[in-house]
Every structure is written in C-alpha cells, then in structure tokens.
C-alpha cells in the first residue's frame, strides 16, 4: 500500500461548475502526478507536481489547473468542468526505482 | 511524435498457456520501459522495470523483454492462470516529464 487517497472516488456535476479532486499521500514523495483515463487513449498526464509550489503541465493540461501547497497534497481542479472532461482520474507517486503508485481512482461525470 | 502501441484486442488463451503480449514504440530510444497491470475500476499496479542495457527480465512467472534495435518490448506470462485476467499496460520512458502509457491490451484467461 503506496499510502495514497483520492477524493471524492465519485462525482456528477453539471457543465460549468468547478470541481476539485483531492490526493493525498502518506508517503512524503517529491513527485505526485495527475492522469486521466479515457478509453481507446490509455492514461494521459495532465499535471505533475515536483515539490510543494512546483508545478508542471503535462499532454491534456488544457482546462485543468493544479495545487500543491503541502508536500502531501495535490490538487486537481476543474475550473469550469465540460463534458469532455467526464473520465476517470487517477493520482500517482514516483517511487524510489522509478515505479508508479497510482491511488485507486476518482470517477467524474459532467453532464 | 511519439507513438506507444498495444494489441487493442483482447487477448483469450487457456489456462496453463503462455501468454505474450507485445509493446511497441516509435520515435524514441526509451532508457527503461515499466508494465503494469491494472483491473476493473482500479488503479494501474507496478509489475516490472527493464533498462535499455536488458535483454531480458524476470519476475516470478513473469518475463520482459526489451528490443532497442526493433523498439520492441514482450511480456510474457508463463502458466496462465483466470487469475492473470486484466489489462496489461506498457510504459517505456519517453524522455518527458513523466511515464507515458499505451492504452493497453486486456488479456482473458479461460479455465
């Protein structure tokens, strides 16, 4: 267990309205990352965070933008959320070979 | 660009068979290259890492290999089990800020 929490794993919200998906992680990691999940597109970055208030965009960064005010959390939020940003979002830790530690998802419908 | 690419299909083989599923990458020379599995509704988990200077690595009933010159990477899981159901993803590290994952191959074991 990488020790990482995502919250909320589900929410429907309409166009328009801002969401903000929180992680969390116990581990003390430098590096936290923000992907979304969309079938036939595999796991996309969105954002990665290097350190507290170091921040960076990734291949789909456009409408997202991101917070890292503590080591231990990382911030996604949707400012005006669209229906092409209904996916499935997944966190994620850098561990210390290398490897990914994803938390278990946080699943977002726009109507 | 670059481009990761992954049998789409799924894969169905017996049980107790070999099963083979391929990676391959474009327009890039990746330092090491990651698999994971991931199940329905979680997050991807960390299954092996192999290095450009590897041939080849092993993991239990698990074997990566990783051809540079044919930008090529085989996972192979020997003795299949239903168990082993589930989507395998590849990740070969594309010189960016973070992994970059193909959108994987689902793989079905029947007992």
């Known amino acids: 267990d990488a020790g990482i929490t995502q919250s909320p794993r589900h929410k429907v919200t309409e166009t328009g309205t801002p969401v903000t998906l929180r992680c969390h992680q116990t581990?003390?990691?430098?590096?936290m990352y923000w992907y979304r999940q969309d079938p036939g597109h595999g796991l996309r970055l969105i954002h990665y965070?290097?350190?507290?208030?170091?921040?960076d965009k990734g291949e789909v960064s456009d409408g997202y933008s991101v917070s890292r005010s503590k080591t231990e959390d990382f911030l996604l939020t949707l400012e005006s959320a669209t229906s092409s940003q209904t996916s499935v979002y997944f966190c994620?830790?850098?561990?210390?070979?290398?490897?990914?530690?994803f938390g278990e998802g946080s699943r977002l419908t726009v109507l | 660009s670059q481009k990761i690419e992954q049998n789409s299909e799924a894969l169905n083989i017996q049980e107790g068979k070999t099963a083979t599923l391929t990676c391959n990458y474009t327009?890039?020379?990746?330092?090491?290259l990651q698999w994971y599995r991931q199940d329905p509704g979680r997050g991807p988990v960390f299954l092996l890492l192999?290095?450009?200077?590897?041939k080849e690595k092993r993991k239990e009933r698990l074997k990566v290999t990783f051809d540079t010159t044919l930008k090529q990477s085989l996972f192979h899981i020997t003795a299949s089990q239903p168990a082993d159901s589930a989507t395998y993803l590849c990740?070969?590290?594309?010189?960016?800020?973070?992994?970059?994952f193909g959108s994987g191959t689902r793989l079905q074991v029947q007992p």
């Open positions: 994620a830790i850098t561990g210390q070979g290398g490897e990914l530690f």
């Open positions: 581990e003390n990691h430098r590096y």
């Open positions: 965070s290097y350190g507290v208030k170091d921040t």
């Open positions: 327009n890039y020379s990746p330092a090491y």
């Open positions: 192999i290095r450009e200077n590897e």
């Open positions: 990740a070969p590290y594309m010189g960016r800020r973070a992994l970059t």
